[in-house]
Structures are given as structure tokens and as C-alpha cells.
């Protein structure tokens, strides 16, 4: 809202014992003026007041509200001296009503600036309230409202509670209620209005709703049933029956407890009365909670309200003593705050190594960490081994290793040398991977599995997983990622050589992982978003992939583009996804096999520190950038079907591209992906093409999975993507 064109009104109207105060922020255009009595000048130029009234205009719910009892005196004390107290509501609408605002911090800010120092009697309570407004832009709207009581008081505010109204749409979209703190609870209380479906997390890491959460799923399937779920639409570790719990015409009160590890749910507001659901937490589940989110469902809305008692205020006109204790604290919590960001940064850089290690020196350079917080680092370090996330191989040298949590355990062997595999090893199928969630993705669609990390102290360490996928004999592998220099690109071609050597002759490549999306700003069929897959394969060609090492731009002419394209002759691989494609598209109305293979590899890949759900819709964002350089957000195309919903994972078909050159730059990624066919970018891998060319291997294929609209490199969707690419790889092998 534009503040220069914009005025505060305020409305009073008396209602039987209840006198109502609304103050609200209006643009001139929508004043009546014909209802207003007196427009003020000096301090309060810019607060119009209107005409007294009997009743007030139909708003929208509030978004929070403050109640408490008050001694505000009107003019004078009653006739014997004493004070009366009055019962005062303070209600809240916001200008973004989902936006980022903490609402129990400004609610409660505004208060304090209200009463500090505090108004003599209600007259200035108004005034005060009116000129604060003022300074709070992000509050559109305040209702005052005072119930006159006859009840004796000594003391000007008594307990303030705050309520909060969070409101959830007819989708399952998790909203964070940042104005609920549960990290120093073991309870939460709170009232919802819904048909249905109205879900609660729990989650120990704010904004993931997957890992590390639980969810309370309240009047599901069709109002009839609850559940506590392991994550996000987990599997069910409770469940009752619960006919009618919910309802969409009235707040009904609940609570939930997680004292003693013990999850607990009941009916009404007193902790541990009206219990209808409980749940041991298993030892390898027990973590803090440390945020609470609310969702419905595409069948039904959702009104949440949660209260929260707030401390006294302070007199602010009283110089304030710094208490070296809450200061100290402070530090502490910042200074934590810090390396846990430093500590994921370890970790990622250990991750883009591996299968190599680090030493701990190389590792703090890499991160930037200065020579006076070698020691910190080190309890960094060691913190990450007790989690069970890396290991030290001796003269400090440090590798990332998968945790073994809620997976499907398999054998991990840290040896020298390369053990001698029999016959009956035989590898039929080689998997290539570049990043660690590529390859834990990769790893958990193989049965049967067994892990080789061949460490070596020269930098040039392997790492096979053995296994089955479906009737194949298959074979995992990384590059590392520690540089980009070009000693890293003759290790992705000793990888080719060294697979060629241990596993004899090498039959068919897999190379599954992550890229970025060509999108159709018009064309639903050939438009390619996050999450969707795409598999290099081009109708009556053999090419697989096409790398470009040079852009010339000729003027009135365009680009011209220096390129090489491999193509493969085998053409096994090809014609299995010819047949799955075919299988697929003649049977839509079977859900396609890579999608239950997603959805169950989801819980072997829970334990893992990386989060493979997939992200919220809403950071899928489609931009086009104009000839002038201007870029505007666009919508996605849709399909006609009336039916179709967001999120579903398709497979496109297509020729994949690798090349920085063109990938980055907005006007080259459109132009040479229209002149080539392409459906999707990765961050080229020329070098491994070059060397399977060199070993005589003639099948390949490339199977991406979109995380986003360059190279593949956004972190946010690079877990979900890998698990999208893998779960097709695994349905593709299985139809062989």
C-alpha cells in the first residue's frame, strides 16, 4: 500500500457494556468522507475520525488477537477511591496475512510502544494507538474492544495472552507458525476449524516437514480417522478411529504433549485429559522439536488458532541493565548458529570429494576457516564422525560416509586395493554418478548390495557398490568433485579406464544424476519443469549426447556453435525405453512404475542427512528473460485436462546437452537448445563420453532428473531430482 496516498481511520461505536475502537490504514480513494466528523492536524495530521456509530462493517477474521485485564481509568476513579478492572481485546489484521512476519512479535512490539510509557487513561490509550500505527506498515487494521467489568483491580495490565490465527488453504501446503516457539515445550495447545483433514508437524529442522518431523494427521479419510505419521504423509505409526472429530463450523480445542518421548493427542485445552492417540518414540527417533507447521487438504480449509501467554512488559522509561548472563547466553546461541552453517559446509565439500578424502587442513582452506578456529573445527569434525556422517582414515584424512540410519543395511568396506571379483560377478551394467545424493540415490534402488571405498592417499580413491537391479548385475560409481581444475577431469577419465579394469569389458552406461531444464513457455508437451525426467533418447538417431566447446557470434547471423556429438550404436538400452514408453503411454490410467519405486525408496533413503522429498510447488518459478535484458516471471504451461494437478513427475525424451559456455547465459541456453533439440543441460561431461569412446563401449544412456533451469546445480531440488532419476533408471532396468 502506497503510504503517500493513504490516511488512518478511526471508528468508535458503543454495542450494549462493549465499546469498540477500529483504527485502520485506508487508501484516500476508498475514505467516505461523508462519514467522517474530524480530520486531525499537528502530531496526529493524517488520522481522520469518523462519525460515532451503532455497529461496525463485516472485515475478514482477524489474523491475531491480544486479550487481557486492564485498569484504564476514563476520566476518574469510582466514587471510593478504588479502580475497576476491564476486560480489553486487541485484534490484529496484517497486510500479508501468510507473509514472513513474525505476528506475535509485532503484535506484541506495537503494545509495548502503546503503553511505554503508559497512558494516564483511555482517551490517551486511543492516541497513543493511533500515532504507533503510524510507524507499523505491516499492519493494515487494530480493533480495540473493552467489556466493562465490575471487578476490583490493583494493577494496570494483568496476563496477556496472545492469540494467533493462522489460515490454511484447500491444498496440503505446510504453513510455519514461527509465533509458536515449541523448542522449550513438551506440549502445544490449539483450536482448528475444518471438514477435514487438518495436519500438525513436529520438526527439528525449521522448513523440513520430511526429515526429523512427525505428523499428526487429524480427521483424515473423510473425517473418520487419525494418525501420527513419521514425516510428511509417513508411514503411520498410530492410528484410531475418530468419527466426526473435526468440524467446519466451530473451533475444536486440542492438545499434543511429547513429554518423556511419549507423543500424545487429546481433546480440549488441559494436557493429558481427552487423550485418543499415543506413541513411544523409538530410541534412533528422538530429537528437539524446534518449529510447528499446520496444513489441510485439497478437500477442505483450515482456521488454526494457537495461544500464547506473554511476560508482563516492561516500563520502558527505566533504563535497562544488561544482564551478563542473558548476554553470554546470546553469544553462545550466535556462535552455534555459525558453525552448524560451518560444519554443513565441511560437509558438502567432503561430499563433492568423495570417494577422495580431505585433509583436515585442505578442508578448512576449502572453507575458509581461519587459523584461530582450527580447534572449533576440529570438535566440528569429530562431532560429524560421533553423527556417524564421516570418518577419519588416519594422518588426518577425513571421507564422507552414508549413515546406515533406517536403511536397508549393507556392508561397507574401506580397503587399499581392489578385491578380485569371480566370474559370477559380472558386471552387466555400469552406473555413473557426480554427486553424493546422485549416488545415494543410485544406491538405494540396489539389492543385494555391497560397498567398496578404495581409499588411496594420492587423491585418486574409488568407491563401487555391487548389486541387483531386477535381473541386472549392476555396478555404482562417483567422480569426485573437489575442483574444477583439470587434474579432475583426467580422474573422470581414469574412472572410465579403472571400471574397464576391474570389471572386465564394460556392456552398457548408465550416467544418472541431476540437469537443468529446457522449458516451453507455450507447449505443455514439450515443456520441461523441476522434478520431471528427462532420458537421452532421440527418435530414429543414435545420439545421446552433444557437447559445445565454443560460441562465436556473427553478426546479423547469429551464434554459431563448435560442438561434437556422441552417439552409440548398442542399441539395448534405447530399445528398453522405447518399450517402457510405450508400456507407459498405453496404459494411463496405471499410476507408471517409477513412481511406487519413488515412493518406496523414500523411506530406505529417510536416514540419510540429505532430504529427498520433493520441494514445495511454489519454488518451481519460471522466468523469461526479454531482448532488452528485462526478465519477467511467467506461469508454466498446463495441460487441458481439468484434472491435472501440479507435481507430477513426467518422463520427456531428448537429446542432453553439457556445456557452461551455453547453460548460464539466458539468450545462448534457448538458442543452441532450439538449433539442437534439447531437452535438458548437465555440467558437462565431455571427458567421460571421450573415454567410454576410447574403451570401445558402445551403450549409453543419460538419465536426468530436473532441479533447475541452467546446469543442475540448485541444491534445493538436486536431492528430489536424483531420486526421480534413479526411480526411473531402477523401473527401466527392471522391464530388461
Same mark, same amino acid.
Given at each position: 500500500?502506497?503510504?503517500?496516498?493513504?490516511?488512518?481511520?478511526?471508528?468508535?461505536?458503543?454495542?450494549?457494556?462493549?465499546?469498540?475502537?477500529?483504527?485502520?490504514? !485506508? &487508501? %484516500?480513494?476508498? +475514505?467516505? #468522507?461523508?462519514?467522517?466528523?474530524? $480530520?486531525?492536524?499537528?502530531? @496526529? /495530521?493524517? =488520522?481522520?475520525?469518523?462519525?460515532?456509530?451503532?455497529?461496525?462493517?463485516?472485515?475478514?477474521?482477524?489474523?491475531?488477537?491480544?486479550?487481557?485485564?486492564?485498569?484504564?481509568?476514563?476520566?476518574?476513579?469510582?466514587?471510593?477511591?478504588?479502580?475497576?478492572?476491564?476486560?480489553?481485546?486487541?485484534?490484529?489484521?496484517?497486510?500479508?496475512?501468510?507473509?514472513?512476519?513474525?505476528?506475535?512479535?509485532?503484535?506484541?512490539?506495537?503494545?509495548?510502544?502503546?503503553?511505554?510509557? !503508559? &497512558? %494516564?487513561?483511555? +482517551?490517551? #490509550?486511543?492516541?497513543?494507538?493511533? $500515532?504507533?500505527?503510524?510507524? @507499523? /506498515?505491516? =499492519?493494515?487494521?487494530?480493533?480495540?474492544?473493552?467489556?466493562?467489568?465490575?471487578?476490583?483491580?490493583?494493577?494496570?495490565?494483568?496476563?496477556?495472552?496472545?492469540?494467533?490465527?493462522?489460515?490454511?488453504?484447500?491444498?496440503?501446503?505446510?504453513?510455519?507458525?514461527?509465533?509458536?516457539?515449541?523448542?522449550?515445550?513438551?506440549?502445544?495447545?490449539?483450536?482448528?476449524?475444518?471438514?477435514?483433514?487438518?495436519?500438525?508437524?513436529?520438526?527439528?529442522?525449521?522448513?523440513?516437514?520430511?526429515? %526429523?518431523?512427525?505428523?499428526?494427521?487429524?480427521?483424515?479419510?473423510?473425517?473418520?480417522?487419525?494418525?501420527?505419521?513419521?514425516?510428511?504423509?509417513?508411514?503411520?505409526?498410530?492410528?484410531?478411529?475418530?468419527?466426526?472429530?473435526?468440524?467446519?463450523?466451530?473451533?475444536?480445542?486440542?492438545?499434543?504433549?511429547?513429554?518423556?518421548?511419549?507423543?500424545?493427542?487429546?481433546?480440549?485445552?488441559?494436557?493429558?485429559?481427552?487423550?485418543?492417540?499415543?506413541?513411544?518414540?523409538?530410541?534412533?527417533?528422538?530429537?528437539?522439536?524446534?518449529?510447528?507447521?499446520?496444513?489441510?487438504?485439497?478437500?477442505?480449509?483450515?482456521?488454526?488458532?494457537?495461544?500464547?501467554?506473554?511476560?508482563?512488559?516492561?516500563?520502558?522509561?527505566?533504563?535497562?541493565?544488561?544482564?551478563?548472563?542473558?548476554?553470554?547466553?546470546?553469544?553462545?546461541?550466535?556462535?552455534?548458529?555459525?558453525?552448524?552453517?560451518?560444519?554443513?559446509?565441511?560437509?558438502?565439500?567432503?561430499?563433492?570429494?568423495?570417494?577422495?578424502?580431505?585433509?583436515?587442513?585442505?578442508?578448512?582452506?576449502?572453507?575458509?576457516?581461519?587459523?584461530?578456529?582450527?580447534?572449533?573445527?576440529?570438535?566440528?569434525?569429530?562431532?560429524?564422525?560421533?553423527?556417524?556422517?564421516?570418518?577419519?582414515?588416519?594422518?588426518?584424512?577425513?571421507?564422507?560416509?552414508?549413515?546406515?540410519?533406517?536403511?536397508?543395511?549393507?556392508?561397507?568396506?574401506?580397503?587399499?586395493?581392489?578385491?578380485?571379483?569371480?566370474?559370477?560377478?559380472?558386471?552387466?551394467?555400469?552406473?555413473?554418478?557426480?554427486?553424493?545424493?546422485?549416488?545415494?540415490?543410485?544406491?538405494?534402488?540396489?539389492?543385494?548390495?555391497?560397498?567398496?571405498?578404495?581409499?588411496?592417499?594420492?587423491?585418486?580413491?574409488?568407491?563401487?557398490?555391487?548389486?541387483?537391479?531386477?535381473?541386472?548385475?549392476?555396478?555404482?560409481?562417483?567422480?569426485?568433485?573437489?575442483?574444477?581444475?583439470?587434474?579432475?577431469?583426467?580422474?573422470?577419465?581414469?574412472?572410465?579406464?579403472?571400471?574397464?579394469?576391474?570389471?572386465?569389458?564394460?556392456?552398457?552406461?548408465?550416467?544418472?544424476?541431476?540437469?537443468?531444464?529446457?522449458?516451453?513457455?507455450?507447449?505443455?508437451?514439450?515443456?520441461?519443469?523441476?522434478?520431471?525426467?528427462?532420458?537421452?533418447?532421440?527418435?530414429?538417431?543414435?545420439?545421446?549426447?552433444?557437447?559445445?566447446?565454443?560460441?562465436?557470434?556473427?553478426?546479423?547471423?547469429?551464434?554459431?556453435?563448435?560442438?561434437?556429438?556422441?552417439?552409440?550404436?548398442?542399441?539395448?538400452?534405447?530399445?528398453?525405453?522405447?518399450?517402457?514408453?510405450?508400456?507407459?503411454?498405453?496404459?494411463?490410467?496405471?499410476?507408471?512404475?517409477?513412481?511406487?519405486?519413488?515412493?518406496?525408496?523414500?523411506?530406505?533413503?529417510?536416514?540419510?542427512?540429505?532430504?529427498?522429498?520433493?520441494?514445495?510447488?511454489?519454488?518451481?518459478?519460471?522466468?523469461?528473460?526479454?531482448?532488452?535484458?528485462?526478465?519477467?516471471?511467467?506461469?508454466?504451461?498446463?495441460?487441458?485436462?481439468?484434472?491435472?494437478?501440479?507435481?507430477?513427475?513426467?518422463?520427456?525424451?531428448?537429446?542432453?546437452?553439457?556445456?557452461?559456455?551455453?547453460?548460464?547465459?539466458?539468450?545462448?541456453?534457448?538458442?543452441?537448445?532450439?538449433?539442437?533439440?534439447?531437452?535438458?543441460?548437465?555440467?558437462?561431461?565431455?571427458?567421460?563420453?571421450?573415454?567410454?569412446?576410447?574403451?570401445?563401449?558402445?551403450?549409453?544412456?543419460?538419465?536426468?532428473?530436473?532441479?533447475?533451469?541452467?546446469?543442475?546445480?540448485?541444491?534445493?531440488?538436486?536431492?528430489?531430482?536424483?531420486?526421480?532419476?534413479?526411480?526411473?533408471?531402477?523401473?527401466?532396468?527392471?522391464?530388461?
Amino acid at each position: 500500500m502506497d503510504t503517500s496516498t493513504e490516511e488512518i481511520v478511526m471508528t468508535a461505536a458503543k454495542l450494549y457494556n462493549n465499546s469498540i475502537m477500529r483504527l485502520e490504514r !485506508k &487508501p %484516500k480513494k476508498d +475514505i467516505d #468522507f461523508g462519514q467522517v466528523h474530524h $480530520i486531525a492536524g499537528g502530531p @496526529y /495530521k493524517g =488520522i481522520l475520525v469518523n462519525k460515532t456509530r451503532t455497529s461496525m462493517d463485516d472485515v475478514r477474521q482477524s489474523d491475531g488477537r491480544l486479550e487481557f485485564m486492564a485498569v484504564i481509568h476514563q476520566k476518574q476513579q469510582t466514587q471510593d477511591g478504588d479502580s475497576t478492572q476491564d476486560s480489553w481485546t486487541i485484534r490484529f489484521w496484517f497486510v500479508s496475512r501468510n507473509g514472513p512476519v513474525n505476528k506475535n512479535n509485532v503484535m506484541s512490539e506495537y503494545f509495548r510502544d502503546v503503553i511505554n510509557p !503508559k &497512558p %494516564k487513561n483511555y +482517551i490517551g #490509550f486511543v492516541k497513543k494507538a493511533l $500515532i504507533v500505527l503510524r510507524e @507499523y /506498515k505491516e =499492519i493494515e487494521r487494530v480493533e480495540l474492544e473493552v467489556v466493562e467489568s465490575n471487578e476490583d483491580g490493583d494493577e494496570s495490565f494483568g496476563p496477556i495472552k496472545s492469540f494467533i490465527s493462522v489460515f490454511t488453504p484447500n491444498s496440503y501446503t505446510y504453513q510455519f507458525v514461527p509465533e509458536v516457539t515449541i523448542s522449550n515445550k513438551t506440549s502445544v495447545c490449539f483450536a482448528v476449524k475444518a471438514s477435514e483433514d487438518a495436519h500438525v508437524a513436529l520438526s527439528a529442522i525449521y522448513g523440513d516437514v520430511d526429515r %526429523k518431523t512427525f505428523e499428526i494427521a487429524l480427521g483424515c479419510d473423510g473425517n473418520m480417522v487419525s494418525y501420527i505419521r513419521d514425516g510428511s504423509l509417513g508411514n503411520a505409526k498410530a492410528q484410531i478411529k475418530t468419527p466426526y472429530l473435526l468440524s467446519d463450523d466451530e473451533l475444536k480445542q486440542f492438545w499434543i504433549s511429547w513429554k518423556d518421548h511419549r507423543l500424545e493427542v487429546g481433546k480440549g485445552d488441559q494436557i493429558g485429559f481427552g487423550r485418543f492417540l499415543n506413541w513411544a518414540i523409538p530410541p534412533n527417533r528422538r530429537f528437539n522439536f524446534n518449529c510447528i507447521s499446520v496444513s489441510t487438504s485439497r478437500k477442505s480449509k483450515g482456521v488454526w488458532e494457537f495461544t500464547e501467554i506473554i511476560d508482563e512488559f516492561p516500563d520502558e522509561s527505566i533504563p535497562k541493565k544488561k544482564d551478563p548472563i542473558k548476554e553470554a547466553k546470546k553469544a553462545k546461541v550466535i556462535s552455534k548458529i555459525l558453525w552448524i552453517a560451518k560444519k554443513e559446509r565441511m560437509l558438502l565439500k567432503l561430499e563433492d570429494a568423495y570417494p577422495n578424502s580431505l585433509t583436515a587442513d585442505t578442508l578448512f582452506r576449502l572453507c575458509k576457516i581461519e587459523k584461530s578456529n582450527m580447534i572449533p573445527a576440529m570438535v566440528g569434525l569429530k562431532d560429524l564422525q560421533k553423527r556417524g556422517l564421516i570418518r577419519e582414515l588416519g594422518e588426518g584424512s577425513w571421507v564422507r560416509i552414508p549413515t546406515d540410519e533406517e536403511t536397508v543395511k549393507h556392508d561397507v568396506n574401506i580397503l587399499d586395493e581392489v578385491p578380485k571379483f569371480s566370474g559370477r560377478e559380472k558386471i552387466n551394467i555400469v552406473i555413473i554418478t557426480s554427486l553424493y545424493c546422485e549416488k545415494l540415490a543410485v544406491d538405494a534402488m540396489i539389492d543385494n548390495k555391497i560397498t567398496y571405498l578404495i581409499h588411496s592417499k594420492e587423491g585418486d580413491s574409488e568407491v563401487y557398490t555391487i548389486g541387483k537391479i531386477g535381473k541386472q548385475r549392476v555396478v555404482s560409481c562417483k567422480l569426485s568433485l573437489h575442483s574444477e581444475s583439470q587434474d579432475d577431469q583426467t580422474l573422470a577419465e581414469d574412472t572410465i579406464n579403472k571400471l574397464h579394469k576391474n570389471f572386465g569389458g564394460i556392456q552398457h552406461v548408465l550416467m544418472v544424476g541431476v540437469g537443468g531444464a529446457v522449458p516451453s513457455y507455450s507447449d505443455y508437451q514439450q515443456h520441461v519443469r523441476l522434478g520431471d525426467v528427462v532420458v537421452s533418447l532421440v527418435n530414429n538417431s543414435s545420439k545421446v549426447y552433444i557437447n559445445c566447446s565454443k560460441v562465436e557470434h556473427q553478426p546479423g547471423l547469429g551464434y554459431k556453435y563448435t560442438t561434437k556429438t556422441f552417439s552409440f550404436t548398442d542399441q539395448t538400452l534405447s530399445s528398453a525405453v522405447k518399450s517402457l514408453r510405450q508400456e507407459t503411454e498405453t496404459f494411463k490410467s496405471r499410476s507408471p512404475l517409477w513412481i511406487s519405486i519413488m515412493e518406496e525408496s523414500l523411506d530406505t533413503l529417510k536416514g540419510q542427512e540429505s532430504n529427498f522429498h520433493r520441494p514445495s510447488i511454489r519454488t518451481d518459478r519460471l522466468y523469461y528473460t526479454k531482448p532488452d535484458g528485462t526478465i519477467i516471471e511467467c506461469d508454466h504451461p498446463r495441460p487441458e485436462d481439468v484434472h491435472y494437478t501440479d507435481g507430477n513427475t513426467r518422463v520427456l525424451y531428448g537429446l542432453v546437452a553439457g556445456s557452461k559456455l551455453v547453460s548460464k547465459a539466458n539468450d545462448l541456453r534457448l538458442d543452441f537448445a532450439k538449433q539442437f533439440n534439447i531437452k535438458c543441460y548437465d555440467s558437462g561431461y565431455s571427458t567421460i563420453f571421450d573415454s567410454l569412446e576410447q574403451n570401445n563401449v558402445n551403450s549409453v544412456l543419460v538419465v536426468r532428473g530436473m532441479s533447475d533451469y541452467q546446469d543442475g546445480h540448485n541444491k534445493e531440488w538436486q536431492c528430489y531430482a536424483s531420486l526421480a532419476a534413479a526411480s526411473y533408471m531402477k523401473a527401466l532396468l527392471i522391464s530388461m
